[in-house]
T-cell receptor, first 109, second 114 residues
Framework: GEDVEQSLFLSVREGDSSVINCTYT??????LYWYKQEPGAGLQLLTY?????DMKQDQRLTVLLNKKDKHLSLRIADTQTGDSAIYFC?????????FGKGTTLSVSS | DTAVSQTPKYLVTQMGNDKSIKCEQN?????MYWYKQDSKKFLKIMFS???????INETVPNRFSPKSPDKAHLNLHINSLELGDSAVYFC?????????????FGEGSWLTVV
């Protein structure tokens, strides 16, 4: 079945780059997504990548996709304290999304 | 003009009660969902409706009954609430857009059963 795996925690210092990794199982997924959840808030779509792309850059965010290894990563450049949140990787499964367990990013000043 | 809105945001209720969470989307999307986020922050899909018809029904106790009066609304009714039902429930909707089938989430409803 579908399963999306991510490491649960990442701790970085302000100004450093953060890299959050994710592996997925469904090779037929056409889109892969990153969502952000701040404490006590809902899920905010951060960015997405189409499966025929290797990389997508959006301001401080860079998404890398390795389809062969079914590996997705999210790089946040110049990480700020406001980036502290839970980051969810998700793959499209039909009309629904299958989420990873989320990576809690902690940014210290 | 919130895209996906759900009410109530917070709900504290006793075991055994029946409660409903309402959801509305103004995006014109055909598909709506309910997701459950447990205390460990794990997100799992519960139900999906497309044009008022149930298309996904994951392994969810039949105490949970979704109702879609029209494609802009998907309400979640829960009977005989149990302690384990305490969670955050997210409503979402999706439609085909330039970036594929992107799902937009509501702000969540924090349910606490005591």
């Amino acid at each position: 079945g579908e399963d999306v795996e991510q490491s649960l925690f990442l701790s970085v210092r302000e100004g450093d780059s953060s890299v959050i990794n994710c592996t997925y199982t469904d090779s037929s997924s056409t889109y892969l997504y990153w969502y952000k959840q701040e404490p006590g808030a809902g899920l905010q779509l951060l960015t997405y990548i189409f499966s025929n792309m290797d990389m997508k850059q959006d301001q401080r965010l860079t998404v890398l996709l390795n389809k062969k290894d079914k590996h997705l990563s999210l790089r946040i450049a110049d990480t700020q304290t406001g980036d502290s949140a839970i980051y969810f990787c998700a793959e499209a499964a039909g009309t629904a999304l299958i989420f990873g367990k989320g990576t809690t990013l902690s940014v210290s000043s | 003009d919130t895209a996906v809105s759900q009410t109530p945001k917070y709900l504290v209720t006793q075991m055994g009660n029946d409660k409903s969470i309402k959801c509305e989307q103004n995006l014109g999307h055909d598909t709506m969902y309910w997701y459950k986020q447990d205390s460990k922050k794990f997100l799992k899909i519960m139900f999906s409706y497309n044009n008022k018809e149930l298309i996904i029904n994951e392994t969810v106790p039949n105490r949970f009954s979704p109702k879609s009066p029209d494609k802009a609304h998907l309400n979640l009714h829960i009977n005989s609430l149990e302690l384990g039902d305490s969670a955050v429930y997210f409503c979402a909707s999706s439609g085909i857009e330039g970036n594929g089938n992107t799902i937009y989430f509501g702000e969540g409803s924090w349910l606490t059963v005591v």
